[in-house]
């Protein structure tokens, strides 16, 4: 069942072909599941805190079946983008075009973003190019470069433009990460370029290459589809990376790490991200809830990232808590009560 239970991601692309192929409420089924379904069920089920033995860890660590089943996600992905295409130039009511378009925005928020952050994180470069392929997807690709490189390093501190900060609400963090975190994706590459003694405007420019590669979907979307469909695709990235950016607001929210004299921030501990161990928030976004020991060791797969008590610990799961940041004077009043702690 720890092997298996993964497979439960399986539902978001089954409910989304249902959203497509269907009128009425069941196009709405992804967000139903996701945001309604899973909190509920969520608040009356413990958190499960238990760890994988040394002898699980060592047989997770072998296991290529959960690798197999991200890279499944790269073909699941570009199928339900291809058929979204098609779906949205049927006759159908705006409310049913509202839906498929919902459904296609959470399929790029959760597997296209989220899965394209936990294979960005591999050492293997095929890997890292799937990870590029479904970012692309959500038109996010300045993703990786930032995340990797500059949110991990400045994360819980004022640098980090993916670090919410204490009273900060969620509608203006939208803005500030997403624009923050791609201008500072450019000043990265621009650096590590001029450390390799590389020229910045070259295809070793990792920035120059993604735009080019999204500007050729974009265009390629609009020549083969036209505008109508494009605007919806737009859309539909638009919300994958505004469930990203909600995600981004709930893992570090008000979290700072302590300024030494040297002028230096702290090492990132354990206790500088949100956790989550709620088991159904954990399936569907691939231990991405289990962000403290993710920001402790970075290169580490999802199946292997651990619970710690240390780690500061939110009382639902990651999709509850996105809905509660929806209201910020709620958000607040529970937040900043633990924020002592």
Known sequence: MKKLKYLGILILPITAYISFTSTGLLTFLPLLITFVAVPILELFFKPNKQNLSEMEVESATKDSYYSVLL??????QIAALLLFFQVVQEDISTVDLVGRITSMGILCGVLGINVGHELGHRTNRFEQFLGEVLLLTSLESHFLPYHNTGHHFDVATPEDAATARKNEWLFTFWFRSQIGSY??????????????????????????IYTIAQITLVVSIYFFFGKVILLYFLSAAILGILLLETVNYIEHYGLLRKKKKSGRYEVVTLKHSWNSDH????ILLFELSRHSDHHHRASKPYQLLDSHEESPQMFTGYPGMMLLALV?????AVMNKRLPE
């Not at 994706?185 to 295809?203: F, G, N, Y």
């Not at 088991?279 to 954990?282: C, D, I, K, N």
């Not at 910020?328 to 607040?332: A, E, G, K």
């Open 71 to 76: 890279f499944l996600m790269v073909p699941i």
């Open 183 to 208: 201008f500072k994706a450019w000043q990265l590459e621009k650096k590590r370029l001029t450390i390799l003694k590389k020229s910045v405007i070259s295809i070793n420019n990792k920035m120059i």
């Open 279 to 282: 088991t159904l928030g954990r």
């Open 328 to 332: 910020p004077p709620l958000w607040f």
